[in-house]
T-cell receptor
Framework: SQQGEEDPQALSIQEGENATMNCSYK?????LQWYRQNSGRGLVHLIL?????REKHSGRLRVTLDTSKKSSSLLITASRAADTASYFC?????????FGKGTMLLVSP | DAGVTQSPTHLIKTRGQHVTLRCSPI?????VSWYQQVLGQGPQFIFQ???????GRGNFPDRFSARQFPNYSSELNVNALLLGDSALYLC??????????????FGPGTRLTVT
């Protein structure tokens, strides 16, 4: 079963705009991670936020975590065409990662 | 530095056959995990191995098995293939198998098509 659920399923924006993706999960977590996948290839780790953190930044990425609402958001600022990909949140269980279904992001030039 | 490598890249098999997929982790990484990703879905956990021992198993039938070798490379075996086994199989490695900062490094995947 999939722990995280991303919203929206798909998002289409213009270059330069910001993209926000949300993730909701069901059980307690140690940390939450975001990954990117280009065209059905391998996943690339973007950022990890621990359960005792509320916000984290990495370059143009900003992740928030609200453990009381069991939700997280990923913000990509000043998007580029190269950001076009699927984005997944993943929660860490005992030695495993549980992924959501992902958000497909399309950034048009 | 080489990342996680997987072979083969693509594979076409017939129902009822078996398949072996291979994975080499990043040098120094002792943990290997396998995931199945069906089109349009997120990856689903199959197995995790750490120091050659199975650390976790997902909700997959016994037709799926895996092992890890002394050099930390790993094989995923699937017997009696079904059409529903068609998917992208992803291997991921990490330095440890313990809880905590569990960032995983993924390989490019093996695309398996069962006809």
């Amino acid at each position: 079963s999939q722990q995280g659920e991303e919203d929206p399923q798909a998002l289409s924006i213009q270059e330069g705009e910001n993209a926000t993706m949300n993730c909701s999960y069901k059980t307690s977590i140690n940390n939450l991670q975001w990954y990117r996948q280009n065209s059905g290839r391998g996943l690339v780790h973007l950022i990890l936020i621990r359960s005792n953190e509320r916000e984290k930044h990495s370059g143009r990425l900003r992740v928030t975590l609200d453990t009381s609402k069991k939700s997280s958001s990923l913000l990509i600022t000043a998007s580029r065409a190269a950001d076009t990909a699927s984005y997944f949140c993943a929660t860490e269980g005992y030695s495993t990662l549980t992924f959501g279904k992902g958000t497909m992001l399309l950034v048009s030039p | 530095d080489a990342g996680v490598t997987q072979s083969p890249t693509h594979l076409i098999k017939t129902r009822g056959q078996h398949v072996t997929l291979r994975c080499s982790p990043i040098s120094g990484h002792k943990s290997v995990s396998w995931y199945q990703q069906v089109l349009g879905q997120g990856p689903q956990f199959i197995f995790q191995y750490y120091e050659k021992e199975e650390r976790g198993r997902g909700n997959f039938p016994d037709r799926f098995s895996a092992r890890q070798f002394p050099n930390y490379s790993s094989e995923l075996n699937v017997n009696a293939l079904l059409l529903g086994d068609s998917a992208l199989y992803l291997c991921a490695s990490s330095p440890t198998g313990s809880r905590g900062s569990y960032e995983q490094y993924f390989g490019p995947g093996t695309r398996l098509t069962v006809t």
